[in-house]
Structure formats: C-alpha cells, structure tokens
C-alpha cells in the first residue's frame, strides 16, 4: 500500500527556507561547540570512565565536528547542507544524551538491572515515534487561519511543569 505524502506546500516551504547566511557560522559554532561538545562528549569522558560509552559517542560527534567545519568555511555555499545538518544535529544529540544516561544510572547509581534500560530506551523510541507521526500529520493538513494566537497558547505547558515540580517536591520532602 502506498501512503499519501502530500505536503502542505506552504508549510514545506517554511521548512525548507533556507537559513541567513550571517547566522550560520555563529549558530553552528554554538551548536557544536556549545552542546554537543560539552553536553554530550565531555560526560562520555567524566569518571567513571568507560570505554564502551566513548566507542558510542566519539565517532558521530567527531563527525559533527567535522562536518560544522565544513561548513563554517563557506556557508553560502552550503546553506542546504545547514538544514540537515541541524536535523542530523539533533538526531547524534538525542541519541547521544540517552546513553549518557544510561552511563549515569548504570556506572554512577550502580543499578544493576536490565530494566531500566529496555524501559527508557522503549520510551524513547515511542516518544520519537509519537513525534514523527504528528509531526508528518501537521505537515499534511491544510493551513487553518486562527482568530487568536494568544488563545491559551502556553498554559498546558505552564501546568504541566508546575505539577512535575509539585510531584518533585512531595517525593523528595
């Protein structure tokens, strides 16, 4: 069975814009540097270190380095390239930040069961899974013209960090 992959066109286009050329450098200077260098390779390699953890991590950062080398020398010519370079970006970081805590839990709490880790990463692929699937869902449905943005626009989220720090705070004090 074929699936209908009809795009909004407007929004694939919005998707699809490509990035200033003046930002380029600068954003991918901090996206690197800034968060995968630090937030995911330096943990790889905080005590206790573990070999396997950096054998995981290393290689796809490396190539992020690399490849943010490339194309900081000359972004007007690889204004495209930025575009999936932010999603591959973001695909090695989430990845990357999963196993750091795996490393965590499993080196630094010292659990020792399996479950943990057929839990959390079964959630994660769920999660990733559940956001491809709207994501893909409010690529194909046609653009609806609002009467307000501001309706109730962030108040779902408000609540649901005021309840996970109330639940923080019950089950830590």
Same mark, same amino acid.
């Given at each position: 069975? #074929?699936? %209908?992959?009809? !795009?909004?066109?407007?929004?694939?286009? &919005?998707?699809?814009?490509?990035?200033?050329? %003046?930002?380029? +450098?600068?954003?991918?200077?901090?996206?690197?540097?800034?968060?995968?260098?630090?937030?995911?390779?330096?943990?790889?390699?905080?005590?206790?270190?573990?070999?396997? &953890?950096?054998?995981?991590?290393?290689?796809?950062?490396?190539?992020? *380095?690399? /490849?943010?080398? /490339?194309?900081?020398? %000359?972004? +007007?010519? +690889?204004?495209?390239?930025?575009?999936?370079? +932010?999603?591959?970006? $973001?695909?090695?970081?989430?990845?990357?930040?999963?196993?750091?805590?795996?490393? !965590?839990?499993?080196?630094?709490?010292?659990?020792?069961?399996?479950? &943990?880790?057929?839990?959390?990463?079964?959630? &994660? @692929?769920?999660?990733? *899974?559940?956001?491809? #699937? %709207?994501?893909?869902? #409010?690529?194909?449905?046609?653009?609806?013209?609002? #009467?307000?943005?501001?309706?109730?626009?962030? !108040? $779902?989220?408000?609540?649901?960090? $005021?309840? $996970?720090?109330?639940?923080? *705070? @019950?089950?830590?004090?």
């Amino acid at each position: 069975m #074929k699936k %209908n992959t009809d !795009f909004n066109k407007k929004v694939f286009e &919005y998707y699809m814009a490509l990035y200033a050329v %003046n930002d380029i +450098r600068s954003t991918i200077i901090t996206l690197v540097i800034g968060i995968a260098d630090i937030f995911v390779l330096l943990p790889a390699f905080a005590n206790p270190v573990q070999p396997i &953890y950096m054998y995981i991590i290393v290689p796809p950062i490396a190539f992020l *380095n690399v /490849w943010a080398i /490339w194309i900081v020398i %000359n972004p +007007r010519k +690889r204004q495209l390239q930025y575009t999936l370079f +932010r999603g591959v970006f $973001g695909i090695v970081c989430s990845v990357g930040l999963l196993v750091i805590t795996q490393k !965590f839990a499993y080196e630094m709490l010292g659990l020792q069961t399996p479950i &943990y880790f057929v839990f959390s990463v079964g959630l &994660y @692929i769920f999660a990733l *899974n559940h956001y491809y #699937k %709207n994501h893909i869902k #409010k690529l194909q449905e046609p653009i609806k013209k609002s #009467k307000s943005s501001k309706k109730n626009s962030g !108040f $779902g989220v408000v609540a649901f960090v $005021g309840l $996970g720090q109330l639940v923080a *705070n @019950i089950s830590l004090g």
